[in-house]
T-cell receptor, first 113, second 113 residues
């Protein structure tokens, strides 16, 4: 079993829909949680960065962490075609530097007109 | 603009040849990383460096080598000992080795035939 599980998709939604992207994990030591967006043939860019449990909102994006269930989510409201990309979750423990990050495999999202 | 520059974007080599991928950053970050991305797999850490003239192996260092002679530069050499070198290679950096969110370059696609 992988430490971080992420449905690869592809997930196809109509423009304007609310999108829910999820990751589950098995390591209870994870404390820092990140979401990255990666366009085709580009490097990942950081979207959201949260510590421990709770919600964090930034514009149309909301990150949610439920440590009791070992489950994190990224919600995208009013989805746009420009949101079409692969979304990677990543997480690390308290002593987590970049060398301690564990990544999900990514979910491919397509927002259609 | 501050960022990470990887070159070239595409690289083609014959089997048995060593090849060096360039990574330069002007973010004044101490820590730099090399990841490999393959379809259906999460990003896997090859090497990382938290300070000039020092670097450590990641999870899949076999067949790769690095150097860190300058703060802004962290080149990766893919040697002929690497059994499956064809992949998308990503360079990243963070302010220090203890800070998890990474800034990524746009990658180099290496194809070895």
């Amino acid at each position: 079993q992988k430490e971080v599980e992420q449905d690869p998709g592809p997930l196809s939604v109509p423009e304007g829909a609310i999108v829910s992207l999820n990751c589950t994990y098995s390591n209870s030591a994870f404390q820092y949680f990140m979401w990255y967006r990666q366009y085709s043939r580009k490097g990942p860019e950081l979207l959201m960065y949260t510590y421990s449990s709770g919600n964090k909102e930034d514009g149309r994006f909301t990150a949610q962490v439920d440590k009791s269930s070992k489950y994190i989510s990224l919600f995208i409201r009013d989805s746009q075609p420009s949101d079409s990309a692969t979304y990677l979750c990543a997480m690390s423990g308290l002593t987590g530097g970049g060398n301690k990050l564990t990544f999900g495999t990514g979910t491919q999202l397509k927002v259609e007109l | 603009d501050g960022g990470i520059t990887q070159s070239p974007k595409y690289l083609f080599r014959k089997e048995g040849q060593n090849v060096t991928l360039s990574c330069e950053q002007n973010l004044n970050h101490d820590a730099m990383y090399w990841y490999r991305q393959d379809p259906g797999q999460g990003l896997r850490l090859i090497y990382y460096s938290q300070i000039v003239n020092d670097f450590q192996k990641g999870d899949i260092a076999e067949g790769y080598s690095v150097s860190r002679e300058k703060k802004e530069s962290f080149p990766l050499t893919v040697t002929s000992a690497q059994k499956n070198p064809t992949a998308f290679y990503l360079c990243a950096s963070s302010p220090t080795g203890d800070e998890a969110p990474l800034h990524f370059g746009n990658g180099t696609r290496l194809t070895v035939t």
